[in-house]
């Protein structure tokens, strides 16, 4: 809640989940951060974590 995720800790975020989507699980999940599925007990990921964006890039494989 109070930075913004670092450029390290987002490509580090980004190679896990490509490597999930493009090694492990292809293509038979959807992208959802924990507050999407849980708004009642979390804030997680944050105010800062760059949603829309991780949206953008993951939805694309959302039970393809």
Known sequence: E?????????AAF?????HLDNKLIR?????MVHR???????LC???Y???RPMHARYDR????
């Open 2 to 10: 109070k930075r913004r995720p670092s450029e390290k800790q987002m």
């Open 14 to 18: 980004k190679a896990l989940v490509d």
């Open 27 to 31: 293509n038979r999940w959807k992208f």
């Open 36 to 42: 999407e599925v849980d708004r009642a007990h979390t």
């Open 45 to 47: 990921p944050g105010r």
């Open 49 to 51: 974590f760059p949603i």
């Open 61 to 64: 494989a959302a039970f393809a």
